[in-house]
């Protein structure tokens, strides 16, 4: 068919392979729960020329035409059916155990990796663990970035993952290549370490912005940097919702260990501070008389 010289054939023979291989690189990925952060994950995706479809219990068939997914189903069944190599998990924390328990396992076509993106990890772990065909793969993470930190690409952005039952290797690394090859700094830990981790450093950020938002703080004329960077966090954890901030109180258990720590250090300064002011109010009394 094509006159080649030996050389020529060993070159054309490595493209062929360099073709097959980034081919098998795309999935079919069904995607359960389409709120905004789906969304901003699957535009990545289908730009990797990823299949996706979708299913949600709002209807978003109208956001999947402008992203250009085929298939959108408010039936979770007919996604289950749609031979899919991987299912993404994106419902809300408080909501995920309803969720799972409508999952129609009974329609799955194949083996099948279940990847869930939830803000927590020890939940839907166990959640799922308990629940999966034996057959399907479980694959947990957490890209630690949004809509907003992740708008301008996810370059040196961070992404948790837990390969907690994976037996098709070449499928789960397919998957976590969709955020390698974007540059994510890719961190893998136990689903216990990122809840401690997180507990430490999302939840107490939430919390501090939402004790600000309910001071009602904003800027002033007369700003430091530090206090601007307060503000930033306050506007930026009033995005998410309530919801949200309340399931990575209940369902990280480590949270509650940061609640009552911060508790107790606001309490030890505060005590500071009335001691330093009993002390200025006793030399006044003193210098007075």
Same mark, same amino acid.
């Given at each position: 068919m094509f006159n080649l010289k030996p050389h020529q054939h060993i070159i054309f023979l490595s493209c062929l392979l360099v073709l097959c291989h980034h081919q098998k690189q795309t999935m079919k990925i069904g995607i359960v729960g389409f709120g905004p952060f789906a969304q901003f994950? +699957?535009?990545? /995706? =289908?730009?990797?020329?990823h299949s996706i479809t979708a299913s949600s219990r709002s209807d978003y068939s109208e956001v999947?035409?402008?992203l250009g997914i085929a298939s959108f189903y408010r039936d979770m069944a007919a996604l289950f059916e749609s031979d899919n190599d991987a =299912?993404?998990?994106c419902?809300?924390?408080l909501s995920l155990k309803q969720v799972v328990k409508s999952m129609p396992f009974h329609c799955l076509r194949r083996q099948t990796l279940f990847v869930d993106v939830l803000s927590v990890k020890e939940h839907p772990r166990d959640i799922l663990l308990q629940v999966l065909p034996e057959d399907s793969d479980l694959l947990c993470t957490h890209p630690m970035f949004g809509p907003e930190s992740g708008r301008d690409g996810w370059k040196d952005l +961070?992404? /948790?993952y837990d390969r907690v039952r994976i037996r098709d290797e070449a499928l789960c690394s397919s998957f976590l290549q969709i955020f390698s090859s974007e540059g994510c700094r890719m961190l893998e830990m136990t689903c216990e370490e990122h809840d401690k981790q997180a507990a430490r450093s999302q939840f107490i950020t939430h919390t501090?912005?939402?004790i600000l938002s309910e001071m009602e703080v904003e800027s002033t004329p007369i700003d430091t940097r530090g206090f601007q960077k307060l503000v930033q966090v306050k506007e930026t954890t009033s995005k998410h919702s309530f919801d949200l901030f309340s399931g990575l109180f209940i369902h990280n258990r480590f949270a509650r260990q940061q609640m009552e720590s911060l508790e107790l250090a606001f309490e030890k300064t505060k005590q500071k501070l009335q001691e330093r002011l009993k002390e200025e109010q006793d030399?006044? /009394?003193?210098?007075?008389?």
């Open positions: 994950l +699957a535009k990545t /995706m =289908i730009k990797q020329g999947c035409k402008h =299912i993404l998990i419902t809300s924390i +961070a992404f /948790m501090i912005g939402r030399i006044s /009394m003193i210098n007075h008389h």
